[in-house]
Nanobody, 116 residues
Framework: VQLQASGGGLVQAGGSLKLSCVASGSIFSGFDMGWYRQAPGKKRELVAGITTGGSTNYVDSAKGRFTISRDNAQNTMYLQMNSLKPEDTGVYYC???????????WGQGTQVTVSS
């Protein structure tokens, strides 16, 4: 599967952004999906995940502010980010994981910068 992330940008604290990840080349609905973030000098971390069945999970710092969703008909995953904070700054990567093999696929990343 090939993944293309978009929607990043520069926004002031308190603002919103919506990230999109379009998948091609395989059966999108069969993958667990996730958004990861890598801040400067830090390890890549899972921000939000959504399973094939639609179950979601979030890192504590994103709960109540971010919403992950998927549209299997459009082969697209989204991350709605509200009330953004400077600590949300980083490169956001979309991830697809095949549940049985745990094989990971990565998109190219989209930069999110939140100014204070």
């Amino acid at each position: 599967v090939q993944l293309q992330a978009s929607g990043g940008g520069l926004v002031q604290a308190g603002g919103s952004l919506k990230l999109s990840c379009v998948a091609s080349g395989s059966i999108f609905s069969g993958f667990d999906m996730g958004w990861y973030r890598q801040a400067p000098g830090k390890k890549r971390e899972l921000v939000a995940g959504i399973t094939t069945g639609g179950s979601t999970n979030y890192v504590d710092s994103a709960k109540g502010r971010f919403t992950i969703s998927r549209d299997n008909a459009q082969n697209t995953m989204y991350l709605q980010m509200n009330s953004l904070k400077p600590e949300d700054t980083g490169v956001y990567y979309c991830n697809a994981r095949w549940p049985s093999s745990k094989r990971d696929y990565w998109g190219q990343g989209t930069q999110v910068t939140v100014s204070s």
